[in-house]
């Protein structure tokens, strides 16, 4: 069931942005992102960027040692959210990117919230043209295991994620 909540033009446009990976200058390399969590605005109709809940890639190796583990101590533990996160990992064959869709939805978030969260995931996923994976994590243990991320990525011919072998 749709919830008639919108998505805001600003989430559309971070999605282009992390989604087109043209060569560019090493300063705009720095200035991608890495990890954006998307929310519900206050008054629950529009999905917005979450302010301040971003990694870029010039923060890893400066102020963020592991994005992936970055990236999940930005999930609020009692409150859904919706997040893209640009996955560089190693299969035996080659390095890839590649960016996944995460609903989280942890269990002691209130369930007003994660009903409403729930039924507005297509409103945002059919913004989100092209992305390949898609993963709905209801608790930190799902997601602070980087397997789990590996086994959507690809299953057993992945080999590291984000420099770290599994």
Same mark, same amino acid.
């Given at each position: 069931? *749709?919830?008639?909540?919108?998505?805001?033009?600003?989430? +559309?446009?971070? @999605?282009?942005?992390?989604?087109?990976?043209?060569?560019?200058?090493?300063?705009?390399?720095?200035?991608?992102?890495?990890?954006?969590? @998307? %929310?519900?605005?206050? /008054?629950?109709?529009? +999905? +917005?960027?979450?302010?301040? =809940?971003?990694?870029?890639? #010039?923060?890893? #190796?400066?102020?963020? /040692?592991?994005?992936?583990? %970055?990236?999940? =101590?930005?999930?609020?533990?009692?409150? %859904?959210?919706? %997040?893209?996160?640009? *996955?560089?990992?190693?299969?035996?064959?080659?390095?890839?990117?590649?960016?996944? @869709?995460? @609903? !989280?939805?942890?269990?002691?978030?209130?369930?007003?919230?994660?009903? $409403?969260?729930?039924?507005?995931?297509?409103? +945002?996923?059919?913004?989100?043209?092209?992305?390949?994976?898609? !993963?709905?994590?209801? #608790?930190? /243990?799902? $997601?602070?295991?980087?397997?789990?991320?590996?086994?959507?990525?690809?299953?057993?011919?992945?080999?590291?994620?984000? #420099? =770290?072998?599994?």
């Amino acid at each position: 069931m *749709a919830s008639g909540v919108t998505v805001n033009d600003e989430v +559309i446009k971070v @999605f282009n942005e992390m989604k087109v990976r043209k060569s560019s200058t090493p300063e705009e390399v720095k200035k991608r992102k890495k990890a954006v969590l @998307f %929310c519900l605005s206050d /008054d629950r109709k529009k +999905i +917005i960027v979450e302010e301040g =809940k971003q990694i870029l890639v #010039g923060d890893i #190796g400066e102020t963020v /040692d592991d994005p992936y583990a %970055c990236f999940v =101590k930005m999930l609020p533990p009692m409150d %859904c959210r919706y %997040c893209l996160y640009d *996955a560089t990992y190693e299969t035996r064959e080659s390095k890839k990117e590649d960016l996944v @869709f995460v @609903f !989280w939805a942890p269990e002691n978030a209130p369930l007003k919230s994660k009903m $409403i969260y729930a039924s507005s995931k297509d409103a +945002i996923k059919k913004k989100f043209t092209g992305i390949k994976h898609e !993963w709905q994590v209801n #608790g930190l /243990d799902d $997601i602070q295991d980087r397997s789990n991320l590996a086994e959507k990525l690809g299953g057993p011919v992945v080999v590291s994620l984000e #420099g =770290k072998a599994l």
